[in-house]
T-cell receptor, first 114, second 114 residues
Framework: DSGVTQTPKHLITATGQRVTLRCSPR?????VYWYQQSLDQGLQFLIQ???????AKGNILERFSAQQFPDLHSELNLSSLELGDSALYFC?????????????FGPGTRLTVL | AQSVTQLDSQVPVFEEAPVELRCNYS??????LFWYVQYPNQGLQLLLK??????LVKGINGFEAEFNKSQTSFHLRKPSVHISDTAEYFC????????????FGSGTRLLVRP
C-alpha cells in the first residue's frame, strides 16, 4: 500500500459524458501527478500540481482539466468523453516538486467509455 | 526531445535464471533514471533510481541497474528471478536541467516460468 488513494476504482460511462477522478496523496506529500495508461499509448504523463499550483503539463487534452485543493487532494476532470479515453488513470504523489523525487502511485481508476 | 526506449516488450525466463531488462534513453543533458515495477492490477512501485554518484544502483527485491553514460543505457538486472517477479517493468527518465516530469518507456513484461 503506497498511501495514495484513488476513487473510484472503476468507472463506466458513455461517450460525451463528463467524469471526475479523485486522488488523495500520501500524508505530507505536496506534489500530485496524473498519468494515463493505455495499451496503445503506454504510460503518459498528464499534469503535475505542487501545493495547489500547476507545475508541469504533459500530453493532456484540452477536454481534460485538473486541480489541487487546499487539503492537497486532487481531481482530474474528463469531459466530452470519447471511446479512446478508455484507460487506466493513475495518480502519484511525492514530497517535493522535483522530478528527481520518488513518486508513489495509487492503484488507479479504470475508466471505460462505451 | 527526450525519449526512453525499452526494446523488449516481453522477456520470458525460467525461475532462478538471471535476467536483464534493457533501457536506453536519449537526452542532450544530464538525466536521472528510474525503474518502476507494476504487478497485476496494481499501481507502479519504485524499484531503484539513479540521480548521481555510483553508476551501479541497488534496489529492492534483489534488483540492480547500471547507468552507462557512453551507451545511454540503464539496464535492470537480477541474478536469480522468482515466480513473484512476474510483472511489468518500466524505465523512466527525467532531465536535470529544468523539467519536472518523467518520460516513461513502453514497459517490459517479465514472465517467469517454473
Amino acid at each position: 500500500d503506497s498511501g495514495v488513494t484513488q476513487t473510484p476504482k472503476h468507472l463506466i460511462t458513455a461517450t460525451g459524458q463528463r467524469v471526475t477522478l479523485r486522488c488523495s496523496p500520501r500524508s505530507g506529500d505536496l506534489s500530485v501527478y496524473w498519468y494515463q495508461q493505455s495499451l496503445d499509448q503506454g504510460l503518459q504523463f498528464l499534469i503535475q500540481y505542487y501545493n495547489g499550483e500547476e507545475r508541469a503539463k504533459g500530453n493532456i487534452l484540452e477536454r481534460f482539466s485538473a486541480q489541487q485543493f487546499p487539503d492537497l487532494h486532487s481531481e482530474l476532470n474528463l469531459s466530452s468523453l470519447e471511446l479512446g479515453d478508455s484507460a487506466l488513470y493513475f495518480c502519484a504523489s511525492s514530497v517535493e516538486e522535483w522530478g528527481t523525487d520518488t513518486q508513489y502511485f495509487g492503484p488507479g481508476t479504470r475508466l471505460t467509455v462505451l | 526531445a527526450q525519449s526512453v526506449t525499452q526494446l523488449d516488450s516481453q522477456v520470458p525466463v525460467f525461475e532462478e535464471a538471471p535476467v536483464e531488462l534493457r533501457c536506453n534513453y536519449s537526452s542532450s543533458v544530464s538525466v536521472y533514471l528510474f525503474w518502476y515495477v507494476q504487478y497485476p492490477n496494481q499501481g507502479l512501485q519504485l524499484l531503484l533510481k539513479y540521480l548521481s554518484g555510483s553508476t551501479l544502483v541497488k534496489g529492492i527485491n534483489g534488483f540492480e541497474a547500471e547507468f552507462n553514460k557512453s551507451q545511454t543505457s540503464f539496464h535492470l538486472r537480477k541474478p536469480s528471478v522468482h515466480i513473484s517477479d512476474t510483472a511489468e517493468y518500466f524505465c523512466a527518465a527525467g532531465r536535470l536541467d529544468s523539467s519536472y516530469k518523467l518520460i516513461f518507456g513502453s514497459g517490459t513484461r517479465l514472465l517467469v516460468r517454473p
